[in-house]
Nanobody, 124 residues
Framework: QVQLVESGGGLVQAGGSLRLSCVASVRTFRSYAMGWFRQAPGKEREFVAAISWSGGSTYYADSVKGRFTISRDNAKNTVYLQMNSLKPEDTAVYYC?????????????????WGQGTQVTVSS
């Protein structure tokens, strides 16, 4: 069983930055690929970014490419999402997720464990 706890959300003005963190309570963290997803009010949850177990490969949704950066520190069992140049449309609850299966990184069904989410609100 893997428990994921996100933090770092909050209220920020458009153009600002936030860094989300997700800590995993598992000894084999480096065995898991990780992803970030988000769900805005009234919308379906969508893929944001993903990173391979080694950190050598990263993937991004077109809507965040060039603004968001995903990274991980396997020594700290933590994955990060650095969000820059935030826009009001980035407002959502952000979830981190973990998977061991070799599936497409943006496939929500491929992730086995999910955190509770952290709210990000971007004001205009």
């Amino acid at each position: 069983q893997v428990q994921l706890v996100e933090s770092g959300g909050g209220l920020v003005q458009a153009g600002g930055s936030l860094r989300l963190s997700c800590v995993a309570s598992v000894r084999t963290f480096r065995s898991y690929a990780m992803g970030w997803f988000r769900q805005a009010p009234g919308k379906e949850r969508e893929f944001v970014a993903a990173i391979s177990w080694s950190g050598g490969s990263t993937y991004y949704a077109d809507s965040v490419k060039g603004r968001f950066t995903i990274s991980r520190d396997n020594a700290k069992n933590t994955v990060y999402l650095q969000m820059n140049s935030l826009k009001p449309e980035d407002t959502a609850v952000y979830y981190c997720a973990a998977r061991r299966r070799a599936v497409l990184p943006d496939s929500q069904s491929g992730y086995d464990y999910w955190g509770q989410g952290t709210q990000v609100t971007v004001s205009s």
